[in-house]
């Protein structure tokens, strides 16, 4: 039985979680890993959902929609306000 394909880069998802945590906490004193483990889980939940959407196109059109109709209920939202 062959391997499936490496669905994920792992070295990009860990440049993604310490790019994003230099942009945002660089001016700490101190490394804190706490906050840096939540920018990975972050990070890797986003890998996962790519790879999901890319393997799935039928999920990714439904979440697309779900999303417009967010987007749409908050433009009213607005609007009546």
């Known amino acids: 039985m062959r391997r499936n394909k490496k ?8 440049n993604e979680a310490w790019s994003t945590y230099l942009r945002s906490y660089s001016k700490r004193p101190t490394f804190q890993r706490s906050t840096f483990n939540w920018l990975l889980m972050i990070s890797w939940k986003r890998a996962k959902e ?3 959407r890319a393997s799935n ?3 990714a ?3 697309a929609l779900c999303e417009r109709r967010d987007i749409d ?6 609007l009546a306000a």
Do not use: G, T, Y
Request: positive net charge; without cysteine; glycine residues 0%.
């Open 57 to 59: 196109p039928v999920l």
């Open 50 to 52: 790519a790879a999901l």
């Open 7 to 14: 669905m994920f880069n792992l070295s990009a998802i860990m």
């Open 73 to 78: 209920a908050q433009i009213n939202r607005l």
């Open 61 to 63: 059109k439904v979440e």
